[in-house]
């Protein structure tokens, strides 16, 4: 049942819906260096050094968990949660790319018995079928795991809200969430819809009075100016979820100003798109995959949720995380200059740039129009299962 807005926006097609919040092109990644004119060289590389270790290593450190084997997945601390959180999570998306149910459902098992604790899901994914295909890989081991799913109202009432909280708990075979997030805050006014009277903030609140939710976020990836807004407006959120990588770093940077402000109000921040999404760049071979999954983990995150649409997938992720041993700054920072060049005009992370990852779902409740006869609206009805009959 889709319910109207009381409150929307309207923009031009041929602008950016999210360019307000936009004013530079590039961020410097680099903050090492004294900030002074005269001293030895010593002292410069003494203060270059204390600087890395202040902005990289210490939040980390902080999110440590307790000590784990040297091939089991080791685990962050959930912020004021103080639940524990494997490293790498599964991503509900690909899970829905799985061949057949019954891989879909082997490679829960073996996520869960492999140490994952953390699993993603959206109430839209597939039109239903990863929440559906998780809740029965859950079965007999829903105890053991973090479940998260997205509800997707995309500014609408907080009334649809509990109805897709309804269906995703009956799709997902359990009585509560331990994590549900707002999906998809993307557009310059999705954080006033959100707050708005009705909004889905509303059902935050009554889905934890009534037990069926035990943690609340927000998701996205369009730009960091709008996340920010959604943690300045003062909800006190528990997770925070967005796109980090090699190539975030240096282009409209999520990990340089959302990070550090959601680690200063206590909110977890949770990493997704460790390989930029399409992995272009990994095929590319700009870098390899278990750098790009690396380097996300070694950020100041509890979990990076990885799509694995395969038990190889599945396999090769478990490799980079068992006993994972963070990389160290100079590597980060070597990893980032090589990604600099191509991260410029953002042709790796194209769901800041474009339409693509873009649901035409969130761009309905808004009144954006919606052009069909456009490569990139035709890939993004596709991805959200020929949803366009209804779309105008």
């Known amino acids: 049942m889709e319910l109207t807005m009381e409150q929307n926006g309207k923009a031009d097609i041929n602008s950016s819906p999210h360019s ?3 004013r530079e092109l590039l ?3 680099a903050t090492l260096g004294m900030g002074v004119a005269v001293g030895l060289q010593s002292m410069r590389e003494a203060e270059a050094k204390r600087k890395t270790q202040s902005s990289q290593q210490t939040p980390l450190t902080i999110l440590n968990g307790p000590p784990v084997g040297p091939d089991e997945i080791p685990r962050r601390m959930l912020g004021r949660t103080g639940i524990p959180i494997s490293v790498l999570g599964l991503g509900g998306h690909h899970l829905g790319d799985v061949k057949d149910v019954n891989e879909a459902m082997t490679l829960v098992h073996e996520a869960v018995d492999a140490g994952i604790n953390f699993f993603d899901n959206c109430w839209e ?19 053991r795991v973090f479940l998260m799913t997205k509800v997707c109202t ?17 799709r997902l075979q359990t009585d509560h969430l ?6 998809g805050v993307t557009f310059d006014n999705d954080p006033e819809l959100a707050y708005a009277k009705g909004g889905v903030l509303e059902a935050f609140d009554k889905a934890k009075q009534q037990g069926k939710v035990r943690f609340v976020g927000f998701t996205g990836h369009k730009d960091p100016s709008i996340h920010l807004k959604m943690l300045q407006m003062g909800y006190p959120f528990d997770t925070v979820q967005m796109p980090l990588n090699p190539f975030d770093a240096s282009f409209f940077s999520f990990q340089h100003q959302v990070v550090p402000e959601a680690l200063r109000r206590g ?5 997704m798109k460790s390989m930029s999404g399409t992995a272009d760049a990994i095929k590319q071979g700009v870098l390899t995959a278990e750098e790009a999954l690396r380097y996300a983990m070694s950020l100041p995150v509890v979990t990076t949720i990885a799509g694995m649409d395969s038990l190889d997938v599945l396999h090769q992720n478990l490799r980079v995380a068992r006993g994972f041993k963070p990389m160290t700054p100079q590597e980060m920072q070597a990893l980032e200059s090589r990604c600099a060049a191509t991260a410029a005009d953002g042709r790796y992370e194209l769901y800041k740039v474009s339409l693509k990852y873009d649901n035409p779902e969130a761009r309905r409740p808004h009144h954006y129009p919606i052009d069909q006869t456009q490569k990139e609206v035709k890939e993004m009805l596709q991805e959200a299962g020929g949803q366009n009959k209804q779309a105008h």
Not at 154 to 170: D, F, K
Not at 178 to 183: A, E, I, K, P, Y
């Open 20 to 22: 307000l919040g936009r």
């Open 27 to 29: 961020r410097n990644a």
């Open 125 to 143: 994914y597939h039109n239903g079928r990863s929440e559906d295909w998780l809740g029965r890989g859950l079965q007999g081991r829903r105890e």
């Open 154 to 170: 995309h500014g609408r009432s907080s009334q649809l809200a509990m109805q897709m909280l309804e269906e995703s708990l009956r």
């Open 178 to 183: 331990d994590l549900w997030q707002v999906h």
């Open 267 to 271: 909110v977890s921040p949770l990493g």
